[in-house]
């Protein structure tokens, strides 16, 4: 599984404060186990414990290595993954993630996301003193550099008037941390440490009386076998900030004017695992919505089909990370598969247990039905969340990355919006809409593969009247009447089970069109259910003509429950159950099957149908 190069890193702190250890907890070890099959313990840190890692093939060549118990504790570690290489000059990295809208054969775009906590208006550069915040706090950042002889008995002081010393970071790591505070810090200083340059990061409390809730600056000083060497005064400039919360890495941003990076900092490599060469791409990049941290994007283009690709993304020269993707076959193959779903994210949990199923499958893409990451068109951080789980468990087991293709749904508008007749603009939906590419005209598009098997998205009455998308489904199916294979998917269902109201606009509008056009089947979500209609023309079963739906979206949300006597009072479902699932579609020339599939790997409910010409 591991897909990242190896680079070497210090151990953090260990080679500046004596007694110190390094600790790699809660979501960087759940990267690490990702990212790399390398398992850390999850009790008592990480010293003492022996490792194994085994490159993976394509990447790194080389027999299996062995870290020695104890070997941690060393200056410095060899860590076999770039997750844990230090980028202090930027925000965090969320993704990759791969996304098909043109030709899946030759094309792939990739897209991640970095966090903009960091905003350069949020931190100013100055002298004290700093006004504080309501809550009466201030962040202050410096580079700070030891000086170039240090005995084995220096230390670090920090000293404040009237102000608590909260919390205080070396390069990133926390080094006190007191809850009454106290207006003096000292810390023990390795002598290995001599003419290191280091990152300060101070939380500082303000008095809670005064007219006016202001910080001075601290005394920053070395002392050392009787002398006292300062390193900072009252009149020292600082990065400040009192602006509450702070970003998560606001520990390990460099005190600098500007804290965005640019699109030049980033560059994606990337080569066909057949060949040598490597080629170079630099990303555009973009806003994330009303938020601080923008979208990198990277359109690859004359992409070998049926092709592993490996590539590699870097920032400043240093490596973020390497990852797999695959192309699709330029012709049919037998057996090829995909995986459909929707309403993907009420817990982390359920969302990475089914990811992760995904990926088991081993399939082609993953047809994503809306709901993506509930985050309603105004929580950002969910969609930070979100990418992460597709990049960490979304993986096929030869550890490529699983392309999606995205269709819009409610909650990815504000409002949670379903308006058939008079869908709100595209700006209710600003996370969809800055992330996912091809979106030019709306979210109702057409993927399709070779001759063979097309894919038609569309926006059920979310950014987009349903009547509205009919000459233009109508033409895209009718261009695709020769294809082996067509199907079809949007959010909100047609024929559902009942815990919510059928969509009676897309049984007028679009289900004719379907049925005209030779459509095998259409994937519907929003219901928190799962649901297989018979064939069905006009809303009644009919084997030998009708087009089967499927869904109803419970990739990872809570379920509803069905009512008793389903298939009395909606004689059109084949299936119906209140289970998490996803939906396997697997592709042979005369036969399509369709598995609903729990996340520990139950099928729920399978049929097989031939394709409908």
Not at 40 to 62: E, K, T
Not at 367 to 384: E, F, I, P, Q, T
Not at 577 to 588: A, Q
């Amino acid at each position: 599984m591991a897909r990242l190069g190896f680079v070497q890193v210090p151990t953090g702190m260990n080679s500046i404060l004596r007694g110190s250890t390094r600790r790699v907890e809660g979501r960087m070890r759940q990267r690490l186990v990702c990212r790399t099959g390398v398992e850390w313990p999850s009790r008592g840190g990480i010293a003492g414990s022996g490792i194994r890692y085994c490159p993976p093939a394509g990447l790194n060549s080389g027999s299996p290595i062995d870290l020695p118990r104890g070997s941690i504790m060393k200056r410095r570690l060899l860590v076999f993954v770039a997750a844990m290489q230090a980028l202090p000059c930027h925000g965090e990295v969320h993704g990759p993630i791969c996304q098909w809208y043109q030709d899946p054969c030759t094309t792939m775009a990739v897209h991640w996301i970095e966090s903009g906590e960091e905003v350069p208006n949020a931190w100013e550069t100055s002298a004290g003193p700093f006004a504080a915040s309501s809550g009466s706090m201030v962040a202050l950042r410096k580079a700070i550099e030891l000086p170039a002889e240090i005995s084995g008995k220096a230390s670090l002081v920090l000293e404040g008037d009237n102000v608590d010393f909260v919390e205080v970071y070396l390069d990133g790591e926390e080094v006190e941390r007191s809850a009454a505070g106290g207006g003096r810090v000292e810390l023990p200083i390795s002598r290995d440490a001599a003419g290191a340059r280091v990152l300060l990061a101070i939380l500082l409390k303000a008095p809670a009386t005064g007219p006016r809730k202001e910080v001075a600056g601290p005394r920053v000083s070395i002392r050392d076998r009787g002398q006292v060497k300062l390193l900072c005064d009252r009149r020292t400039v600082w990065n400040h900030c009192r602006k509450f919360p702070l970003g998560l890495l606001w520990s390990q941003m460099p005190p600098l004017a500007e804290l965005l990076s640019t699109n030049e900092s980033f560059l994606l490599t990337y080569r066909n695992l057949e060949e040598n060469e490597w080629r170079a791409a630099v990303p555009m990049n973009r806003p994330f919505g009303p938020t601080g941290h923008r979208v990198h994007s990277v359109d690859l283009k004359d992409l070998a089909p049926d092709s592993r690709y490996g590539f590699r993304i870097l920032r400043g020269g240093r490596l973020v990370g390497s990852w797999f993707f695959e192309t699709a076959p330029e012709t049919f193959r037998e057996g090829m598969n995909f995986v459909t779903g929707g309403d993907m994210f009420h817990t982390r949990e359920m969302l990475d247990g089914m990811n992760r199923r995904a990926g088991t499958e081993d399939p082609l893409f993953a047809l994503l039905g809306g709901d993506l990451a509930y985050a309603n068109g105004v929580d950002g951080d969910r969609w930070l969340e979100w990418i992460d789980s597709w990049n960490e468990c979304a993986i096929s087991p030869d550890g490529s990355l699983i392309p999606m293709i995205p269709v819009i749904g409610n909650h990815e508008v504000k409002g949670a919006s379903y308006r058939p007749l008079s869908a709100p603009p595209r700006t209710a939906a600003p996370f969809f809409y800055s992330l996912f590419l091809g979106m030019e005209e709306g979210s109702r598009f057409t993927v399709d593969f070779g001759d063979y098997l097309a894919v038609t998205a569309l926006d059920s009455g979310h950014t987009e009247n349903v009547a509205a998308q009919v000459p233009w489904l109508r033409k895209v199916l009718q261009e695709r009447s020769a294809f082996h294979f067509k199907f079809a998917c949007y959010h909100r269902p047609a024929w559902g089970t009942g815990v919510k109201g059928d969509a009676v606009e897309i049984q007028r509008a679009w289900c004719p069109l379907f049925e005209e056009n030779g459509v095998d089947a259409v994937f519907e979500n929003d219901h928190h259910t799962y649901k297989r209609t018979y064939p069905l023309t006009a809303g009644k079963r009919d084997d030998a003509g009708g087009v089967i739906y499927l869904g109803d979206g419970a990739w990872g949300t809570r379920t509803r429950n069905i009512g008793a006597g389903i298939k009395r009072t909606r004689p059109f479902l084949a299936h119906a159950e209140s289970s998490n699932h996803l939906i396997k579609v697997v592709l042979r020339k005369d036969r399509i099957r369709y598995e609903a599939i729990t996340a520990s790997g139950l099928r729920i409910d399978v049929a097989e149908r031939s394709p409908r010409q």
